[in-house]
C-alpha cells in the first residue's frame, strides 16, 4: 500500500514561484518512478513531469523549462518547483505512481496563478 499526500499549493501572482510536494508512506519509494499531474476545470488532466527510480526526468511542453521535478529518497519526497508561473497553470496538481500493478493517487493540491 502507497499513500501519496501534496502539500505547498496556493495563490501566487503570475511569473511568481512556487513549490509543491509530496510525501510518499511506504518502503517502495526509491524504487519507483513519479509524476505530477495537474487538471485544470474544464480541460483534459495533464501530465506535468516524471522523475524514474534512477533520477531521469522529463516535462510535459508546456512546463518545460519552467518547472523542475526532484526527489528526496530519504525523505520519501518528491517536489515541483514551479517559476515563471501563468494563469494557464492553475489546476489542482496531483502525485501519481505506478507500483505492484496498481496506480496511486494523492488528493491534489490546488494551485491558482493570478493577480
Known amino acids: 500500500q502507497v499513500q501519496l499526500v501534496e502539500s505547498g499549493g496556493g495563490l501566487v501572482q503570475p511569473g511568481g514561484s512556487l513549490r509543491v510536494s509530496c510525501a510518499a508512506s511506504g518502503s517502495i519509494f526509491s524504487r519507483t518512478d513519479m509524476d505530477w499531474y495537474r487538471q485544470a476545470p474544464g480541460k483534459q488532466g495533464e501530465l506535468v513531469a516524471t522523475i524514474t527510480s534512477g533520477g531521469s526526468t522529463n516535462y510535459g511542453g508546456s512546463v518545460k523549462g519552467r518547472f523542475t521535478i526532484s526527489r528526496d529518497n530519504g525523505k520519501n519526497t518528491v517536489y515541483l518547483q514551479m517559476n515563471s508561473l501563468k494563469p494557464e497553470d492553475t489546476a489542482v496538481y496531483y502525485c501519481?505512481?505506478?507500483?505492484?500493478?496498481?496506480?496511486?493517487w494523492g488528493q491534489g493540491t490546488q494551485v491558482t496563478v493570478s493577480s
Open positions: 501519481h505512481t505506478f507500483y505492484g500493478s496498481r496506480q496511486y
